[in-house]
């Protein structure tokens, strides 16, 4: 059984920064590429970052993009998201997730390409 284990969220003002991690255990982690998600209420589940199982791509979404740099130490079974110049609007649950797919060619950018979900970590960002 996959498990993952999101730690690191927290309530950080406007411009603040704040790392995210994601400990995976249960598969070999190596093997997949990992997403970040991000829920906010009232709002569906939308995709944050993505980076491959060897860790040599990454893939954002536009509303991050040159603020938020994700990474992976498959050493470690852990990969991490960093966020920087946070504003109000990044303030939501954030999810890890594995991709179903046994070193694909790219991440999925949709939450159904994923199989396996952390349980979230709650970032707030005070105006």
């Known amino acids: 059984q996959v498990q993952l284990v999101e730690s690191g969220g927290g309530l950080v003002q406007t411009g603040g920064s704040l790392r995210l991690s994601c400990a995976a255990s249960?598969?070999?982690?190596?093997?997949?590429?990992m997403g970040w998600f991000r829920q906010a209420p009232g709002k569906e589940r939308e995709f944050v970052a993505a980076?491959?199982?060897?860790?040599?791509?990454?893939y954002y979404a536009d509303s991050v993009k040159g603020r938020f740099t994700i990474s992976r130490d498959n050493a470690k079974n852990t990969v991490y998201l960093q966020m920087t110049s946070l504003k109000p609007e990044d303030t939501a649950v954030y999810y890890c997730?594995?991709?179903?797919?046994?070193?694909?060619?790219?991440?999925?950018?949709?939450?159904?390409?994923?199989?396996?979900w952390g349980q979230g970590t709650q970032v707030t960002v005070s105006s």
């Open positions: 980076i491959s199982w060897s860790g040599g791509n990454t």
């Open positions: 249960g598969r070999t982690f190596s093997d997949y590429a």
């Open positions: 997730a594995t991709d179903l797919k046994y070193r694909g060619r790219y991440p999925s950018y949709w939450s159904g390409g994923y199989d396996y």
